[in-house]
Structure formats: structure tokens, C-alpha cells
């Protein structure tokens, strides 16, 4: 699967993960206490399936969107992402506890194109 397919995939099940988070009421809804609707268990599963580059370049991605820094920036920030995290797992966890994935993603997703970046050649195939 291309990153281009998986971006916008991962934008989808975060969206439904908030929709049914969101859905159960006012308790608690925190990602970080739980993750038990079957939407936020399909995100969880979908990231974790991923390749650690993928999830290593996901979380750079979100963090482009949230204006951690800039989109020139990306590959130093995927290295030092990698490097910090170590474990894909803990990279996903940090997505899936960020309510404004979807919207993350799709910011950083627009940087890039905007910087003419091919998101698909980021990492090898």
C-alpha cells in the first residue's frame, strides 16, 4: 500500500474512532484511558499493521500538521521521531491519543503537497 492510500485511510478510521468516542457520551472519553469501540480498535489494529517506517513517516506527518515545523524539515524530524520513539508501537500509541488526527494528518498532508514533496517517495519501495 502507498502512503498516499494510507494517509487518507488513517484520516477515515480516526475520524470514525472520534465519531464513536464522541458517540458513547460525557465520560471520560480519553483515548488514553481506553480504546474499546470497535472504530478506535480498527485504527489501533490498522496502524500497528504498518511497516515502522510508515508509522515513524504517520507520526512525522502529524506533527507537520500541527505545526511542529515545517515541511522542509520532515525527513530530519522522521529520523529524530524514529530515534526518540525507538518502538512503531509507541509512535502509534501517540497518534491514536491525539483526538485531532484526522485533521493533523490532513494539514501535514497539505503541507507537503504545497512544498511539492511526492509523499509516496519518502520512503523506499
Not at 489501533?44 to 507537520?64: C, D, G, K, S, W
Amino acid at each position: 500500500m502507498k502512503l498516499s492510500e494510507i494517509v487518507p485511510e488513517v484520516i477515515t478510521l480516526a475520524r470514525a474512532a472520534n465519531q464513536a468516542r464522541t458517540a458513547e457520551g460525557p465520560d471520560d472519553d480519553s483515548p488514553l484511558v481506553r480504546l474499546q469501540t470497535t472504530e478506535e480498535c480498527r485504527l489501533r489494529e490498522f496502524l500497528e499493521a504498518q511497516a515502522p517506517a510508515v508509522v515513524f513517516l504517520l507520526t512525522a506527518i502529524m506533527y507537520l500538521g500541527r505545526g511542529d515545523f515545517d515541511a522542509k524539515d520532515l525527513l530530519d524530524q522522521y529520523i529524530e521521531i524514529s530515534v526518540s520513539f525507538g518502538n512503531p508501537k509507541l509512535a502509534a500509541r501517540q497518534m491514536l491519543v491525539k483526538m485531532p488526527l484526522p485533521e493533523y494528518l490532513e494539514e501535514g498532508w497539505h503541507q507537503l503537497a504545497q512544498a511539492g514533496v511526492d509523499i509516496d517517495g519518502l520512503l523506499p519501495t
